[in-house]
């Protein structure tokens, strides 16, 4: 058995922002006690406990990241404000097929790495790129493990024959490899490697294709993801080729969509919006990705007055193009303010828990609190860095002010994986190196 305490001077907790000192106890990795830091070291439990003192800074819970490609953020830079398609065929399509599981490793190791640095404890990877095998996945989940991030791999059924051969598979195949992938993977203990089946959306997966992804969901008791609606002309491919709208061709599917992720669904009109919250599906909302595309405004306010578990994701590196679900609160926020020139339409408090604790219960963890029963993962934050003075508002600074130079400390699991904005296990200068030579040639829309 091992056992940590978490002091810290500040704390954002289940009870909400708490202006006293707070100390967290966890054993093998779990949270089993908060409050009073003397009430806490009094507790047997704590006999022998590791201590970790985080004087002058404030406790947050690790944020959770409901939505990335790790391998995208390679390609950060090579396509920006291209066209779609002339970005899909120039960038996307030109370099991801000559990728091989090594350089998903590189490419995973960087994505995860500068999440972890921006308080990123745990991460869905949506993963398409699979080769009819998990070489590149296995490759992705231990860069993961390596850098001791907390991980969903969200692997991709994928039969689209426009994309590229290393994207498709057959649906045999895809069942299979997701099959072995959960078995190897799947860890119901500590939650630090997850596997769900992710359908890709309607343009890359056939009907049959999502129906199997949704019965290996099914199967293995895990959600299941899938793109949807997230640029209008989505809506208009859906009403022709399936005479419905995205959500509802879905809904005739045979799938159980209360353990659905739809990822965007920034074309969801009223009636898609109402039968999400009737199905209890979820929602992995990604604000930064949305804006940067130019897709359109998701209409998050009424999605969480419905009471739709809403998650968000920082998306690909390529496309927001930065991977901080910190930044993606105050993201939600600004967007929808604006979107109904409504500075009350939404509030901080209301997302910061889009990207910590609803976002763990999106991807059906326990994570994203800090309270018992919870996996421990906190962030510590900076009392001194000026974006968050002052002090009396913590939880609105952390969302509309903070700079990620006030992030310091990073815990996963009751480990340390960022100490003094370093990271703990993988140097960067090792991240640096394997990036810089993997995408030496690369150029932009040539
Ligand atoms: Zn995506």
């Known amino acids: 058995m091992s056992s940590v305490v978490v002091t810290a001077d500040r704390a954002i907790t289940h009870a909400g922002a708490a202006r006293d000192a707070t100390s967290v106890l966890a054993v093998d990795g779990a949270i089993v006690a908060v409050g009073d830091p003397e009430a806490i070291l009094a507790d047997p439990r704590a006999t022998g406990a590791r201590r970790i003192d985080w004087g002058r800074r404030a406790m947050i819970p690790g944020t959770?990241?409901?939505?990335?490609?790790?391998?995208?953020?390679l390609l950060r830079g090579i396509g920006d404000d291209l066209p779609f398609l002339e970005w899909?065929?120039?960038?996307?399509?030109?370099?991801?097929?000559k990728l091989r599981a090594e350089d998903m490793g590189t490419a995973a190791l960087f994505a995860f790495g500068e999440m972890l640095l921006h308080g990123v404890t745990t991460v869905c990877d949506f993963y398409y790129i699979n080769a009819q095998g998990n070489d590149h996945a296995t490759a992705t989940i231990e860069a993961a493990k390596r850098l001791g991030m907390r991980i969903v791999m969200a692997r991709c059924f994928?039969?689209?024959?426009?994309?590229?051969?290393?994207y498709r598979e057959t649906i045999p195949q895809a069942v299979a490899n997701f099959e072995s992938l959960a078995r190897r993977y799947q860890d119901r203990e500590r939650y630090l490697t997850s596997v769900q089946p992710a359908p890709h959306s309607q343009h890359g997966a056939t009907p049959a294709m999502i129906?199997?992804?949704?019965?290996?969901?099914?199967?293995?008791?895990?959600?299941?993801?899938?793109?949807?609606?997230?640029?209008?002309?989505?809506?208009?491919?859906?009403?022709?080729?399936?005479?419905?709208?995205?959500?509802?061709?879905?809904?005739?599917?045979?799938?159980d969509m209360s353990q659905m992720i739809a990822v965007h669904g920034c074309w969801f009109d009223a009636t898609e919006?109402?039968?999400?919250?009737?199905?209890?599906?979820?929602?992995?909302?990604?604000?930064?990705?949305?804006?940067?595309?130019?897709?359109?405004?998701?209409?998050?306010?009424?999605?969480?007055?419905?009471?739709?578990?809403?998650?968000?994701?920082?998306?690909?590196?390529?496309?927001?193009?930065?991977?901080?679900?910190?930044?993606?609160?105050?993201?939600?926020?600004?967007?929808?303010?604006v979107h109904r020139t409504d500075g009350q339409a939404i509030d901080a408090e209301t997302c910061f828990a889009l990207g910590t604790h609803t976002a763990g219960e999106v991807l059906q963890l326990p994570v994203g609190r800090i309270a018992p029963g919870y996996r421990c993962d906190l962030v510590a934050l900076d009392l001194d860095d000026p974006s968050l003075w002052p002090e009396q508002a913590l939880e609105k600074n952390v969302v509309y002010a903070l700079s990620s130079r006030a992030i310091t400390d990073v815990v996963v699991d009751g480990q340390e994986v960022v100490v003094a904005r370093q990271l703990v296990h993988v140097q960067l200068a090792e991240i640096q190196v394997r990036v810089s030579e993997l995408t030496r040639d690369w150029r932009r829309g040539v």
């Open 64 to 73: 959770v990241n409901t939505h990335n490609h790790s391998f995208q953020s």
């Open 158 to 166: 994928y039969d689209w024959d426009g994309a590229p051969a290393s």
């Open 273 to 337: 919006r109402a039968l999400l919250a009737e199905r209890g599906g979820s929602l992995a909302y990604c604000p930064g990705s949305n804006m940067f595309l130019g897709d359109g405004v998701t209409d998050l306010v009424d999605l969480v007055a419905k009471q739709v578990r809403v998650g968000l994701g920082t998306d690909g590196g390529c496309s927001n193009n930065r991977v901080s679900v910190l930044d993606e609160m105050r993201a939600a926020a600004l967007l929808q303010k």
């Open 88 to 97: 899909r065929e120039k960038a996307l399509y030109r370099y991801s097929p």
């Open 211 to 255: 129906e199997a992804g949704a019965g290996c969901a099914r199967d293995a008791g895990v959600p299941w993801h899938i793109h949807l609606a997230e640029e209008q002309y989505q809506v208009e491919q859906s009403l022709e080729r399936f005479g419905a709208r995205p959500l509802h061709a879905v809904s005739k599917l045979a799938v």
